[in-house]
């Protein structure tokens, strides 16, 4: 997926370039084209794989209260860390895999799927295990005004509509899994002939751009339009007042949906147009990236800018943008509306618990986006290769389960099979406990020799490539600690002041030594600083010995001088040695916490930015509406991230020791 990623790439950026290791992010812009050519080559060539193309309209099933499952999933807890850390329940047992925790509840075991082609007829198609990923297309119906039609979703450059999956939807009400309705909006499609671009502002892609593919990274070559020059230029508008003059005054034209007393469930952090203005009355203005489709097309996509109104009111809205007064809409923008399962009735494999050897994966699990539904269709169907893998030499399987320490995706998937969700759900760094370790620049080095031991990563250049990285990554970590110097040393040969300055040269300090790693650990000291003053001082010490030879002195080795760490090492080597004790105080953060799920919290506690500054809007609403008792029950509300619970944590906990000093002292004044 990152090679394919990488040739279709046309405008690459590293989000959040200026914050820290932990919180950065690669983000790439694919040519649609390009992208689908290049995939459905590789899926066209790929070893054992047979497509077939038609429309899935229902299972075949084999049905049985608590019938024997397709494979015999073992419980993985005893080998996984930190699964489900937050919660502790007794629910944990049957959120996990395990084939027979989940007896009870399983009416029916998988056998194929029924096939709708072409012409019409119908196949039935034998399978051990299946993957559902329905996306918006569960009984999906399409909006746009007051104009509601059935459908998953409109066909690229077209007005033609892909019809919905019903008769799925209607098998798995039947077999009574938790349905609700979510929805999403895609923005109207513009042509870029008709904006003038030099009202907006420049977005140029990074060059050079940070591969997605980890064996491109380490061999040091460029995405292939990168190396090409064959890259596009995005560029950003903005609303104003008048765009949300017109964005409020044309609301009643908008969609009446199913969902919510008709308003919608839609993504809290995607919102539409009109709730970005209805939520934030006092902006005025909001950015829309205006993103070329593809190097062939003059389709734009105004990114930020999904909003279902009736097509001219879509152009009037526009019109008032910079850059957009006499733009022309190719496709208007709409809304669809579709059902999604409440994710608390599948495993943390994604297996369903009621219907054995089926597997869902994607917005029919209640996320939204392109990565969180990625993610999730690498471990179902990884786990569905493997039980029918072990099904058919009657084995049983260790189901392939990421923890939540080991990756995102082991947050993604635990805080849905054990929370659940009720709006759509994203990923973001702050839900994890351990952002400071799951980081873009040491993804590979997690994850793929997990994918080995699975048998999910088999490409030999592939894991030499993280085999030499970490060895690389080791070893500069190894010589930055064993290099040390004085601490006067170190300020006077930096000279910026960020190695100490003046105070290493405060008096009693002559005599005190810093590891290269302790000076890297220092803010804003970079490893490239501390990587020259590493080869300066070598380099005079190899010139000093060679003198020393020359004259006939006891030999001295001269060394190998140190050459600034490679791209491909760079960033995880200086995120190592500055994080190290950030990830130690942050294991100490979370283990005070699990220890701690008992505590109660007060029921007077007053849940608002002014006590509690650090938490989101979301958070507080959540806490006002459900008001735990427990801080077990607060780490069960979805949307709650880890750094908000030990925060909440310890204002308790110093209420509570304030309480008890008060109590102490009014009792010592008494006697």
Known sequence: MGDIADKAGIHFRMLNRRKGPAVRGPRGQMDRDLYRDNMQSVLGNYENLDLVEGSVEDLLLEEGKEIDSVVSFSDPSEELTLLSSLGGDASKGTSLSSSEANRSQRQARIRGVVVKNADGSMTEVLAKCVVITTGTFLRGVLMMGKDRYVGGRHLNDSEEVEPPSVGLAQTLSRFGFPLGRLKTGTPARLDGRTIDWDACTVQPSENPAAPFSHIRQFLGEQPPNVAAGTLIDCFMTRTNEETHKLVLEYAHTLPE??????????????????????????????????????????????????????????????????????????????????????PQALTHTLETKTISGLFLAGQICGTTGYEEAGAQGIIAGANAGRAAVASAAKDSALPFILGRDEGYIGVLIDDLVTRGTQEPYRMFTSRAEYRISLRADNADLRLTRKGVEYGLVRDAERIASVEARQMLIEDRVADLTKFKLFVTDWAERDGSGLMGGDAMNRKGREGHKKSAEAILGMPHVTLEAVEKVVAQVQKEENERAVLNNADGGEVIDIHEVMQGSPPSIYDTVEATIKYKSYVQRQHKDMESWRKAQGVRIPPDILYDHAYLPTFSKEELEKLNKIRPSTFAEASQISGMTPQSLVYLYHVVTKRIKDKDAKKQSNTSVSK
């Open 257 to 342: 949906y199913d969902g919510m007393d008709g308003k919608g469930n839609g993504p809290r952090y995607c919102p539409s147009i009109y709730k970005k203005v209805e939520r934030f009355p006092d902006r005025s203005g909001h950015n829309s990236f205006l993103e070329p489709e593809g190097l062939n097309t003059d389709l734009v996509y105004p990114n930020g800018m999904s909003g279902p109104y009736p097509p001219e009111i879509q152009e009037m809205i526009f019109r008032t943008m910079p850059g957009l007064a006499n733009v022309e809409i190719v496709r208007p923008g709409y809304d669809v509306e579709y059902d999604f399962i409440n």
